[in-house]
């Protein structure tokens, strides 16, 4: 029997639904994670074989200590894994210290982390990306913003999400950035690139191959969500376009992943850009090598009448897939900010959408920064019912 280490399966809080297949998949799924045993939820406990909780999962010679013990009682770990961007790094360096060799390795970080490093293995699979600089002094962010012009964009080159994400207008925000960036650091600055973020979802087997493939269409970029505290949508598409599925595939190849979910992200241009491509082509943005966040791996399973837990627990148990996949549809996500003066109350909401209505929740505060406060989830045939739902989700009333 397999046994797998699942790091923080408490949270989010559907990753569960991950070990709740791998158990039925019959392997032993070994939990570590900083909540109390008697808090989890009835379902999570009867997902794992046994749990062991540390103070706090940042406190790695704690975590360490508990994948010792696991390997001590129930002898070689096969799998180790969070599907948790915060945690690839500390995963890898698990896996190293143990000998685990089905995931990412310590030596495999800096090019699936660092998005400086990335480019150059979009540059492998033919996909162009932005122009970029790593910060070092004032001078030379001041002769790059000059070289692409503002806008421009900087982040921590090793980063979760929008976390820290500044789009930079003028030198006086430029100024202000090097004042108030992080010390120690490293940033990265990037050309604005005029577009919407498409992305391309699967699940790779060992052999480097899909066993599942999907995406979904961010209109609003997390950046400015996170940045303008604005709504957030984006959908899964009820069909992969061909472009986005042949990019996908080839950046598979070309960072060499195996065994995976991922979440790769593009640009599809809305506008012709000089040095990247005509509108409508793609750019390459950035690599995640887990599910995309939050409830998208249940919004996947909505939009194609399928079971990604289950594909993913197939895939370790496996290597193949013994799930079928249904019909197709849209999936929408849309997060409504507290404070907006919505035209529709969440009642009227309801009593129009209420039969495609598949999630309705309050989000908590950890994800609603970049996801909005209040959450619909909802699927439809055609883009045009798609296009209604936001519309009707997201008009607020203008002031006189």
Not at 31 to 42: E, K, V
Not at 101 to 127: C, L, T, W
Not at 236 to 264: C, N, P, Q, Y
Not at 337 to 345: I, L, M
Request: a negative charge; charged letters at 30%; glycine letters at 6%.
């Amino acid at each position: 029997m397999k046994n797998l280490i699942f790091i923080s399966p408490n949270f989010p809080t559907n990753y569960w639904q991950f070990c709740r297949e791998l158990k039925n998949n019959e392997l032993n799924v070994l939990g570590i994670g900083d909540q109390a045993y008697d808090l989890l939820t009835p379902e999570l406990k009867d997902s794992l074989t046994e749990y062991y909780m540390v103070d706090s999962l940042e406190n790695e010679d704690a975590v360490y200590r508990a994948v010792a013990f696991f390997a001590f009682k129930y002898g070689r770990i096969d799998w180790l894994e969070s599907n948790n961007e915060y945690w690839l790094e500390r995963d890898a360096r698990l896996r190293t210290d143990f000998n685990i060799k089905s995931g990412f390795q310590v030596k495999d970080i800096p090019r699936i982390k660092y998005k400086s490093k990335m480019k150059a293995y979009y540059e492998k699979a033919g996909i162009p990306t932005a122009r970029y600089h790593l910060v070092v002094d004032m001078k030379g962010c001041l002769d790059f913003a000059e070289e692409v012009g503002y806008p421009i964009v900087a982040k921590p080159d090793n980063g979760v999400g929008a976390s820290d994400t500044w789009r930079i207008e003028s030198e006086e925000q430029l100024k202000e950035f090097y004042r108030r960036k992080i010390p120690h650091v490293p940033y990265i600055m990037e050309e604005y690139v005029y577009a919407e973020v498409n992305s391309y979802d699967a699940i790779i087997d060992s052999q480097g191959k899909p066993m599942f493939e999907t995406g979904n269409i961010s209109p609003i970029s997390i950046m400015d969500i996170v940045n303008n505290q604005d709504n957030s949508i984006y959908y899964i598409l009820k069909e992969l376009s061909e472009d986005t599925r042949a990019a996908g595939r080839a950046v598979v190849k070309s960072f060499g992943v195996k065994s995976r979910f991922i979440h790769f992200e593009f640009f599809r241009l809305n506008r012709d850009q000089e040095g990247l491509g005509k509108k409508g082509d793609i750019v390459g943005l950035e690599v995640n090598m887990r599910p995309c966040g939050g409830f998208t791996p249940d919004m996947i399973n909505f939009a194609h009448s399928t079971n990604v837990y289950k594909i993913w627990a197939d895939m370790i148990a496996y290597d193949r897939s013994t799930v079928p996949v249904g019909e197709h549809a849209y999936c929408a996500f849309a997060g409504r900010r507290d404070g907006k003066n919505f035209v529709r109350s969440h009642e009227e909401i309801m009593d129009k959408y209420g039969d495609r209505m598949r999630m309705v929740e309050r989000l908590p505060d950890v994800l609603s920064g970049a996801m909005g406060n209040q959450m619909y989830m909802a699927v439809f045939a055609t883009n045009a019912e798609l296009e209604e739902f936001y519309r009707d989700i997201l008009d607020v009333w203008k002031e006189e």
